[in-house]
């Protein structure tokens, strides 16, 4: 598994920018829309359960469970940057994610931020 396996974030090309600063550099917030998530859960299959089971015996890394994770985590990036747009947003300020145990069968992942528009500077 190279690191492209193990990375996040968006498509560079997307017309919502997501940043986890309070602002933009050149930009300034023309309205503010409000808060916006994205959420998944998603449930461990036995495979890399018995896997990880094993692994902690040895230590180390749990790679599927690694690469599980940033696959939830970039749904709920995709979720967010989703209904952000369905408001009329072309940024999200103050990204963050949430994860979080789901009653012993899954984790939840929620990306989380303020949805608004913003404007270049002249």
């Known amino acids: 598994m190279g690191i492209e396996d193990f ?31 994205g959420l998944t859960v998603r449930s461990r299959h036995l495979g ?33 940057i989703e209904q952000a747009r369905a408001r009329g947003a072309n940024a999200v300020l103050m990204m963050r994610f949430d994860v979080t145990e789901a009653a012993d069968v899954g984790t939840e992942v929620c990306a989380y931020g303020t949805a608004v528009v913003i404007v270049q500077e002249s």
Not at 8 to 36: F, K, M
Not at 70 to 79: C, W
């Open 7 to 37: 990375g996040g974030g968006t498509d560079p090309h997307s017309d919502v920018l997501v940043v986890t600063t309070n602002d933009v550099p050149g930009y300034r917030v023309q309205q503010v829309i409000g808060e916006v998530f």
């Open 48 to 80: 890399s359960q018995i896997g990880a089971g094993l692994k902690s015996m040895i230590g180390g890394e749990l790679k599927g469970l690694t690469k599980t994770l940033v696959e939830t985590r970039n749904q709920a990036m995709e979720r967010l």
